[in-house]
């Protein structure tokens, strides 16, 4: 992804160049996204980035609706990945992929786009994080088609049951 130096975030502007090269310049597909105008997006920087956001807390759920709202109501997908591109590093991350899931899958120009499971985009919200050292060292001992078909299979007791389960983690 090619990003406007104005996208990044204070802390990433000063090493912007060698974010935007860290795979390397001969990459097959670069995605350029649209300088726009820095969406008005203050009013869910109220849900801290890195806290808690619940649809159960009425204000948080009307801060989802007004970035659902400022997602469908851009003109086209370019704006709208600009407009998202912009946003994703400044709010809290569940909050904005909700907001940003319940748009594509309600615009006409994008409703039939894959949208990954928040499983896939929040592993830790659903497996325990102690697990996650282990899996880390396999992926860096194990070489990729040894491991199965791309995935890490955990197994793990499940105390009412005496048969084992296998969780899968992607």
């Known amino acids: 992804v090619d990003l406007p130096e104005n996208f990044l975030t204070e802390r990433y502007r000063p090493i912007g160049a060698s974010l935007q090269s860290r795979f390397g310049n001969d990459a097959d597909t670069r995605i350029p996204v649209r300088n726009v105008s820095p969406p008005a997006i203050s009013f869910a920087e109220a849900v801290p980035r890195r806290g808690g956001f619940s649809l159960f807390n009425p204000k948080h759920r009307q801060i989802a609706g007004d970035l659902i709202n400022l997602f469908m109501n851009q003109p086209d997908v370019e704006t709208l990945m600009s407009v998202a591109a912009y946003s994703r590093d400044r709010l809290n991350p569940i909050l904005f ?40 060292e396999e992926g860096a001992i194990v070489q990729a088609e040894n491991r199965g078909i791309g995935i890490w299979c955990i197994r793990a ?9 296998t969780a899968v983690v992607s």
Do not use: G
Request: net charge positive; no cysteine.
């Open 97 to 136: 992929q909700y907001a940003l899931s319940v748009a594509i899958q309600h615009r006409p120009d994008t409703k039939d786009l894959n949208i990954p499971s928040f499983l896939e985009l929040f592993p830790d919200s659903f497996v325990d994080p102690s697990v996650f050292p282990k899996l880390r």
């Open 157 to 165: 007791r499940v105390p009412t049951v005496s048969s084992t389960r």
